[in-house]
């Protein structure tokens, strides 16, 4: 009995068994990445949260609010990551006061951001109209840090690889992989982004 091939790529992708990345594939793409616990700036300088979750293509608004001011920049940690030291903010503050006041300094940070990447002008210098353009964008980024630091690094690491586990999953056709391939393809997608 003669098979043709579209046939027999249908029964191997019936009976393919779809794969998710191995806790060995997560801890060694951990390890590869890096993991801090809590908002960093990676070398990039990008806001980064836990294990390689991009927030931002720009600095933490919550790091430089912690910056700005002698007492809060005591909160922030540092840690060596990659042979650089990272300074970061710390998960642990979810839920306390010390948040709020570093919040609260993000914001100016972020407004004055805001207002001279967007429109080239000081934040007292614009309109009310901009202005309140530039606070919502200001607090809705801060918020996106805030809210981050209520979850953990490995849950949002977990959440990243979904999509690159489906796109895996969906494109590698007509075999099936073994756990390592798998863990490997996921790697290397989620390093390409």
């Given at each position: 009995?003669?098979?043709?091939?579209?046939?027999?790529a249908?029964?191997?992708?019936?009976?393919?068994?779809?794969?998710?990345?191995?806790?060995?594939?997560?801890?060694?793409?951990?390890?590869?990445?890096?993991?801090?616990?809590?908002?960093y700036?990676?070398?990039r300088g990008?806001?980064?949260?836990?294990?390689?979750?991009?927030?931002?293509?720009?600095?933490?608004?919550?790091?430089?609010?912690?910056?700005?001011?002698?007492?809060?920049?005591?909160?922030?940690?540092?840690k060596?990551?990659?042979?650089?030291?990272?300074?970061?903010?710390p998960?642990?503050?979810?839920?306390?006061?010390?948040?709020?006041?570093?919040r609260?300094?993000?914001?100016?940070?972020?407004?004055?951001d805001y207002?001279?990447?967007?429109?080239?002008?000081?934040?007292?210098?614009?309109?009310?109209?901009?202005?309140?353009?530039?606070?919502q964008?200001?607090?809705?980024?801060?918020?996106?840090?805030?809210?981050?630091?209520?979850?953990?690094?490995?849950?949002?690491?977990?959440?990243?690889?979904?999509p690159?586990?489906?796109?895996?999953n969906s494109?590698?056709t007509?075999?099936?992989?073994?756990?390592?391939?798998?863990?490997?393809?996921?790697s290397?997608?989620?390093?390409l982004g």
């Amino acid at each position: 009995m003669e098979v043709e091939s579209s046939q027999l790529a249908r029964w191997c992708m019936a009976k393919k068994k779809k794969l998710s990345t191995s806790e060995d594939g997560k801890k060694q793409l951990a390890t590869d990445e890096g993991q801090i616990d809590g908002l960093y700036d990676d070398p990039r300088g990008y806001v980064t949260f836990g294990i390689g979750h991009l927030v931002g293509k720009r600095r933490s608004f919550l790091i430089q609010g912690a910056q700005s001011d002698a007492t809060l920049k005591t909160k922030l940690g540092v840690k060596v990551l990659g042979g650089k030291k990272i300074t970061y903010l710390p998960a642990s503050l979810h839920g306390k006061k010390d948040l709020d006041s570093i919040r609260d300094k993000a914001i100016d940070v972020a407004k004055s951001d805001y207002a001279t990447r967007l429109h080239k002008k000081a934040y007292d210098k614009l309109t009310d109209i901009e202005k309140k353009g530039v606070d919502q964008k200001a607090e809705a980024a801060v918020k996106k840090e805030t809210d981050l630091l209520a979850k953990t690094a490995k849950g949002v690491f977990g959440d990243d690889l979904k999509p690159f586990e489906e796109t895996v999953n969906s494109q590698v056709t007509g075999l099936q992989l073994t756990q390592g391939e798998f863990d490997s393809l996921v790697s290397f997608t989620f390093n390409l982004g």
